[in-house]
C-alpha cells in the first residue's frame, strides 16, 4: 500500500511532465495537422536555457529560491518560445499547404539539427544541476521503515501545471486568440476569409506549445537534476503517445494522456523492470490504438470524399 | 534600355528587406544569448560554472544580418521578371528528362556499377563507401515499396533492417548456418515481422501509423540491448562469418588449414585484400539490382496497381471491392522482406553488429533517402543515397558538424522541392503507350 502510493506520486509527477509537452503536440496538430516532431528538442532546449540561467542566478548571487524559480521560468519560456517561432517560421511555414510527408521530413531535419546544434554549443556530457528545492512531507510510515513521501518539488510540479492548465484552458475558451485558433482548427480558408490572421494564430500556437514545453524541460532538469542534449526525442515520443492516447487535439485528452503514460511508467518501473519501461509506454500506444483509435478523448473522424 | 534597368531596380523596396534583414539579426540574437552566448562548464566533481561567448554571439547576428539582407535582396531582384516558372523550372526539366530516358540512364548507371571495381580510381575504401551506398539504395528500393507505392509513412524502417541482421548473426552462431542458407531464412523472418506488426495497425491513419512504426522500432532496439542473454546486449555479436563464393573463403591462404579451400588458393591467384571487398560489393549490387527489378516488377502486377490506387485514394479502392487491409499488408511485409535481406547483408559484410546500428537516425535517413530522391522513383533513390552516404565522406574534418549540416540539408531540400529532388509523377499505365504520349507532347 505505501510503496503503491509513492508510485503513484512519482507517476504523477511525472504525468505532469508528459502532459505539459503533450499540449505542444496536440494543439499543433490539432491546427495544422502535422506531427511536429521537433517537439521534443524544445522542451530539451528549454531544459538547458533552464539549467543554463539557474547556474547565471548562481553566479549573480540571487540565492533566494522562490524567487530563482520565478525568473528561471521566465526566462525559460520567453527563450524557448522564440525558438519555436523561429522553428516555425523557417521550416514548417514554406511548406504550408505542400503535400503531406514535406513537413514531418523537415521537422525530423529540425530535430537532427537542434540536438547537434546543442551538443556543439554546450558538448555532449551529462550536465548535473545540484538541488535547488529540497526537502519534503513525510506522508506516512509503515512497519518496515518504509515511508511514504512527497518532496516539496513534486509539490511545485503539480500545482504548476495544473496552474498553467487552468490559465491555457482560459485562453483557449474565453480570449479571441484561442477562438481564432479553434476557429483555424475547422477550417483555415474559411478562418483567413473571415478575418482571421492564419499565420499569426499558428506561430502563436507555436509559441504557447513551446512555452510550455520550456516548463516541462526547468521541471526535468530540478527533478531529475541530470540532462543531456539527447533528451528530447524519448521524452518527445513519449509525449506524442500520451498526445495520441488522449485523443490527438483534444487539450484535456493531452493532459490525461500524459497522467496515463507517467503512471504507467512509475508502476511498470516500480513492479516489474526498469529496462522495459519505454516498452510498456510503446505497448500501451498499439493497444489504445487497436481498440480505441480516436483516444481516450477524441471525437471520432468523419472521412468525406 | 539602361534607364528601364535602373528604373525596375528602384522598385525594389529597400526599406522593407531592411526591416527585415534587421528583425532577423534581432531574433537571431535572441536566439543566440542563452545557448551561444552562456556555456556550461564542467568543473569537477558535479560542478558547472558559466564561460561567456557574447564574441560569438555578435558574429552570428552579424552573419544572420548580412545573409537576410543578401536573401531579401535576391528574392527582390528575382520576382521581378517571371514569378511562378523561375527558381525550380530548371530541376523540373531534369527530372522530366531522367524519367524520360530513365531506361538509359539505368542501363549506363548499372554498367558503372559493375565496372566500378576495375577502374582506375579504385581501392578498397572506394569500395568500402560504394557497397555501403549500394546497402542504402537497396534500403531505400524497399522502403520505397512502403512510402513510395502504398504510402504509407514507416518511420520503423530500421526494425526490420535490425531483425534481418540479428537473425543470420544468430542463425551463424547457433546453428552454424551460412550467409547464403541464412539469407533467404532472414528474409522470411523479417516478412513475418511485417505481418504480426502490420495486422493490428495498418488500418491506423497515416500519423498514427508513423508513430506505431516508430514506437516498434524503438521497442526492438530496447529488447535487442536488454536481451543480453541471446543478443549479447550493447556489446552486439561479434565473428559473423563473411559469405563464400561456392564454398571458396576470401581469408588468406597462408592463415588457414591446408583444407579449407579459399578463392586465391583454387584460382592459384596471389592472395589480396580486396577481392573480399569486390566480392561483397558484388554481392550487394546483385541484391540490389533484383531488389529493383522485383519491384519494378511488382508495379505492373494488379498488386502493384492496387498499392499505388490505394495510396491515391482509399475510399475509391474499397468500393471498387479492394481490401485496403490486405494490399497494405503485403507491401509492408515485402518492404520489410527487403530491409531484412539488406540487414543480413550489413550482418556479414560488418562482421559485428550491435544495437548501436539501428537507431531511429537511421531510419530517418533511409525515409530521407526516399523523400528526398522524390517519393516512387527508382533513379532518385540512388541519386540521394549517394549523397547521402558520399557527402560525410568528403567532409571528414567537418565529422563533428556533419549531421547539424545533414538535418540543415533536410530542410533546405523540403523547402526548395517539397516533391523531392527527381520528384516527376509518370502516369504507369497509358491509353496508347509511352511514344504516342511523346509524340503528342512534341506536336
Known amino acids: 500500500m505505501e510503496y503503491f502510493l509513492q508510485q503513484l506520486i512519482n507517476g504523477l509527477t511525472l504525468g505532469s511532465i508528459y502532459g505539459l509537452i503533450a499540449i505542444g503536440y496536440t494543439m499543433v496538430y490539432g491546427i495544422i495537422g502535422m506531427i511536429n516532431f521537433a517537439h521534443g528538442e524544445i522542451y530539451m532546449i528549454g531544459a538547458f536555457i533552464s539549467l543554463i540561467a539557474f547556474l547565471s542566478l548562481g553566479l549573480l548571487g540571487i540565492s533566494f529560491v522562490p524567487l530563482q524559480l520565478v525568473i528561471v521560468l521566465l526566462v525559460a519560456m520567453f527563450f524557448t518560445a522564440v525558438y519555436g517561432w523561429t522553428m516555425e517560421r523557417i521550416a514548417y511555414r514554406p511548406l504550408r499547404g505542400s503535400t503531406r510527408l514535406a513537413p514531418l521530413i523537415s521537422a525530423i531535419g529540425m530535430s537532427i539539427f537542434l540536438q547537434n546544434y546543442v551538443q556543439l554549443l554546450q558538448g555532449a556530457r551529462v550536465k548535473p544541476l545540484q538541488p535547488v528545492v529540497q526537502g519534503g512531507i513525510e506522508l506516512m510510515t509503515n512497519a518496515d521503515n518504509f515511508s511514504v513521501q512527497i518532496t516539496y518539488l513534486q509539490i511545485f510540479i503539480i500545482v504548476l501545471t495544473v496552474a498553467l492548465m487552468a490559465a491555457f484552458s482560459n485562453v483557449i475558451s474565453r480570449t479571441p486568440l484561442g477562438r481564432a485558433q479553434r476557429a483555424c482548427e475547422q477550417d483555415m480558408t474559411m478562418a483567413s476569409l473571415l478575418g482571421v490572421d492564419v499565420d499569426r494564430t499558428i506561430s502563436l500556437t507555436f509559441v504557447m506549445g513551446a512555452a510550455l514545453a520550456a516548463v516541462a524541460g526547468m521541471m526535468v532538469t530540478m527533478y531529475y537534476g541530470v540532462i543531456d542534449f539527447y533528451i528530447g526525442f524519448l521524452a518527445g515520443v513519449k509525449a506524442f503517445t500520451a498526445a495520441v492516447l488522449g485523443g490527438v487535439g483534444s487539450l484535456p485528452g493531452a493532459m490525461l494522456g500524459g497522467l496515463l503514460i507517467g503512471l504507467i511508467e512509475a508502476f511498470w518501473s516500480g513492479y516489474f523492470s526498469v529496462e522495459y519501461k519505454d516498452v510498456s509506454v510503446f505497448m500501451i500506444l498499439v493497444l489504445v490504438l487497436i481498440f480505441r483509435p480516436t483516444g481516450l478523448l477524441g471525437k471520432p473522424e468523419v472521412e468525406k470524399v | ?443
Open chain 2, 1 to 443: 534600355m539602361a534607364v528601364a534597368a535602373t528604373a525596375e531596380r528602384a522598385r525594389i523596396d529597400f526599406p522593407a528587406v531592411l526591416k527585415d534583414a534587421v528583425l532577423a539579426a534581432v531574433v537571431a540574437f535572441v536566439l543566440a544569448v542563452p545557448l551561444v552566448g552562456l556555456q556550461t562548464l564542467d568543473q569537477g566533481a558535479n560542478a558547472l560554472g558559466i564561460k561567456t561567448r557574447f564574441d560569438w554571439v555578435a558574429y552570428g547576428t552579424i552573419a544572420v544580418f548580412l545573409g537576410r539582407l543578401a536573401i531579401g535582396y535576391l528574392l527582390a531582384v528575382r520576382a521581378r521578371p517571371a514569378t511562378a516558372a523561375g527558381t525550380s523550372g530548371g530541376l523540373n526539366a531534369l527530372a522530366a528528362t531522367v524519367s524520360q530516358y530513365s531506361t538509359a540512364i539505368g542501363v549506363v548507371g548499372v554498367a558503372f556499377a559493375v565496372a566500378l571495381p576495375f577502374l582506375p580510381f579504385s581501392s578498397v575504401y572506394v569500395l568500402d563507401v560504394a557497397t555501403k551506398v549500394m546497402i542504402y539504395v537497396m534500403l531505400g528500393w524497399g522502403l520505397n515499396v512502403v512510402v513510395g507505392l502504398a504510402g504509407l509513412l514507416d518511420l520503423g524502417y530500421v526494425a526490420f533492417y535490425a531483425v534481418g541482421a540479428y537473425s543470420f548473426a544468430l542463425f551463424a552462431q547457433w546453428f552454424h548456418l551460412g550467409f547464403w542458407q541464412a539469407l533467404p531464412v532472414s528474409g522470411i523472418l523479417a516478412a513475418t515481422f511485417g505481418v504480426v506488426l502490420g495486422f493490428p495497425v495498418l488500418r491506423l491513419r497515416g500519423d498514427y501509423l508513423a508513430i506505431v512504426t516508430l514506437g516498434f522500432g524503438e521497442i526492438i532496439r530496447i529488447i535487442l540491448i536488454n536481451w543480453s542473454d541471446v543478443t549479447g546486449g550493447p556489446n552486439g555479436i561479434n565473428g559473423i562469418p563473411r559469405p563464400t563464393l561456392f564454398g571458396l573463403s576470401f581469408l588468406n591462404p597462408d592463415n588457414v588449414a591446408e583444407d579449407v579451400p579459399t578463392f586465391s588458393g583454387f584460382f592459384h591467384i596471389d592472395f589480396a585484400v580486396i577481392q573480399r571487398y569486390i566480392f561483397l560489393y558484388y554481392i550487394i549490387l546483385i541484391l540490389a539490382l533484383i531488389t529493383n527489378a522485383f519491384t519494378l516488377r511488382l508495379r505492373k502486377l494488379p498488386i502493384g496497381r492496387a498499392w499505388e490506387a490505394l495510396r491515391e485514394d482509399e475510399i475509391a479502392c474499397r468500393a471498387l471491392g479492394l481490401n485496403p487491409r490486405n494490399i497494405k499488408l503485403s507491401a509492408f511485409a515485402i518492404g520489410a522482406m527487403l530491409g531484412g535481406f539488406a540487414g543480413s547483408f550489413f550482418a556479414t559484410s560488418q562482421n559485428f553488429i550491435s544495437p548501436e546500428s539501428f537507431t531511429f537516425i537511421e531510419s530517418a535517413i533511409i525515409l530521407a533517402i526516399v523523400v528526398l530522391g522524390g517519393m516512387g522513383s527508382q533513379l532518385g533513390v540512388v541519386l540521394a543515397a549517394t549523397v547521402l552516404v558520399t557527402l560525410p565522406e568528403f567532409g571528414r574534418e567537418l565529422a563533428q558538424f556533419r549531421m547539424l549540416i545533414f538535418g540543415m540539408a533536410m530542410i533546405a531540400i523540403m523547402i526548395w522541392r517539397p516533391r523531392g529532388l527527381l520528384a516527376h509523377r509518370e502516369p504507369s499505365l497509358r491509353l496508347h503507350g509511352k511514344s504516342a504520349a511523346r509524340r503528342k507532347a512534341a506536336a
